[in-house]
């Protein structure tokens, strides 16, 4: 028997979920769908090393406007990352030890070269494509940008892996317009663009912002349910899930990652320009790691180059606990090179910045490999945004897409998950108001 809703809602991380909050409390029936068996996504505050760790979306901040407002609503604290002593990196195969500030000094030359036209060109982070020239750049990666630059060799290299680590992808897929995009969503200063992305975390987890929202939805949440097929036609569309349930609905919601769609097949196809970006896939293929390291280690944090298998790494949680041990997060561009839970590769990449840590235990979640992610936070390659994001925006009938993915400033993000969540849902709304008119 098929049942029939209003809207059926496929996912059921952040955008899927403020979906279904704001449409089930506009008195709509709402169905969400969701393949794992836990809501969140991309986020996931999950019990390893005896703590609550982010396997996945971590950092939030005040100038991300969407989450703010979410954290505000339900009551939530922020706590700061721990405050590195010292900052080592590596660049001619050797390693540099500095002072944080020392270390920022060395960086900034080149990050005001490479982000000093952030807001030429998106002067309205809300309006991504409103600059008309924006083609002139937007098939360049950063490589190109770093190569025009008159920087010192250590210092490009040493910006490139920072970089790589930024877009959770090797530098040659990294679009310059991505970079510029993130730091106009921070008014165009590259400082409080770092701040915003890598500082603070939500005291009791993204798990508790999941759930806060999920508390005010009276959408039907149903796990474990992974649709394969979406149909549609004059008298609407039908959801088929791999267990072959089939449900009908008005309008329906994907907050599906690009480079998951592929898992879905959609009747009719999907239009060119979807179809061609998600076949292409977006850039993001890294890895974030957690690394439990014996006794106490003084805070660091870590920058190597893209060609490292990890590119930065922080400690995280200083010794605490009866085992004293130090807790370290760590990223990669790569995770076909490093696997997340790989201990040999992964102490190896750890050792080039000091091989006296003891490497206990490693732990994460290979977000490239899972089916329903396929990528880590949505990174654009070169050409993409003005190839692909208003095709994405638009959606394929019935059927609209929502997600970080999706998302219109802070693409990538939570944030960019909720606006976008938020957006759909306002105009499933318009579409049913035009409707009943
Ligand atoms: C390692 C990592 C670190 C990150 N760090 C940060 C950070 O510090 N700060 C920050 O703001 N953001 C960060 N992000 C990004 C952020 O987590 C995501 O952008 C955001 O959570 C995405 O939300 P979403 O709802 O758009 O997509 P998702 O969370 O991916 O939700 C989509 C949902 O759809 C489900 N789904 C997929 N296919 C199907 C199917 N066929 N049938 C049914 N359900 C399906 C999935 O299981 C998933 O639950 C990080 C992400 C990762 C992976």
Not at 208 to 237: K, W, Y
Not at 384 to 405: C, K
Not at 412 to 417: L, M, Q, V
Request: aromatic content about 8%; glycine content about 8%; proline content about 5%.
């Amino acid at each position: 028997m098929t049942e029939s809703y209003d809207v059926v809602i496929v996912g059921a991380g952040f955008a899927g979920l403020t979906a279904a909050r704001e449409l089930s409390r506009r008195g709509y029936s709402v169905l969400q769908l969701e393949a794992r068996d836990r809501m969140g996504g991309r986020t996931w505050t999950d019990e390893r090393f005896g703590r609550q760790l982010e396997m996945g979306g971590t950092w939030v901040h005040w100038l991300q406007p969407h989450t703010w407002s979410e954290i505000t609503r339900y009551d939530l604290a922020v706590v700061a990352s721990p405050t590195a002593q010292q900052v080592r990196w590596i660049a001619g195969g050797q390693v540099r030890v500095e002072s944080p500030a020392d270390f920022r000094a060395r960086i900034t030359p080149g990050h005001n070269a490479l982000l000093r036209d952030a807001l030429k060109w998106f002067p309205r982070p809300y309006e991504p494509l409103s600059n008309p020239d924006l083609g002139e750049i937007d098939g360049q990666c950063i490589l190109d940008r770093f190569g025009q630059l008159d920087l010192a060799d250590e210092d490009r290299e040493l910006q490139i892996g920072i970089w790589a680590e930024h877009f959770s992808a090797p530098p040659e897929l990294c679009a310059l317009t991505q970079a510029l995009r993130w730091c106009a969503a921070a008014s165009g200063d590259w400082q409080l663009m770092d701040d915003s992305t890598s500082t603070y975390r939500i005291a009791t987890g993204t798990r508790s912002l999941a759930e806060g929202i999920h508390a005010d939805s009276t959408a039907d949440l149903r796990l474990g349910q992974v649709v394969r097929r979406i149909s549609q036609d004059a008298a609407g569309a039908v959801v088929v899930t791999a267990d072959s349930r089939t449900y009908a609905a008005r309008q329906v919601i994907v907050t599906v990652p690009v480079n998951a769609l592929a898992g879905i097949d959609f009747e009719p196809a999907l239009p060119p320009l979807i179809g061609a970006a998600v076949a292409e896939r977006l850039a993001s293929r890294g890895l974030k790691t957690w690394i439990k390291v014996r006794g106490e280690v003084e805070p660091f944090t870590a920058y190597a180059p893209a060609s490292n298998g990890l590119t930065w790494l922080r400690s995280e949680f200083p010794a605490t606990g009866p085992d004293g041990d130090t807790i370290f997060v760590a990223f990669g561009p790569d995770a076909a090179v490093l696997d997340p839970n790989d201990l040999a590769g992964v102490t190896n990449a750890v050792h080039r910045w000091r091989d006296d840590l003891e490497i206990l235990e490693v732990t994460g979640h290979h977000w490239v490999a899972d089916e329903f992610s396929r990528e880590t936070w949505p990174m654009l390659q070169p050409g993409q945004l003005t190839s692909y994001l208003a095709a994405l925006q638009a959606g394929h009938g019935l059927v609209r897409f929502a997600g970080s993915d999706y998302a219109t400033a802070w693409a990538g993000f939570i944030d960019g998950a909720i606006e976008s969540g938020l957006r759909t849902a306002a105009t499933v709304h318009r579409t049913f108001q035009s409707i009943t008119r």
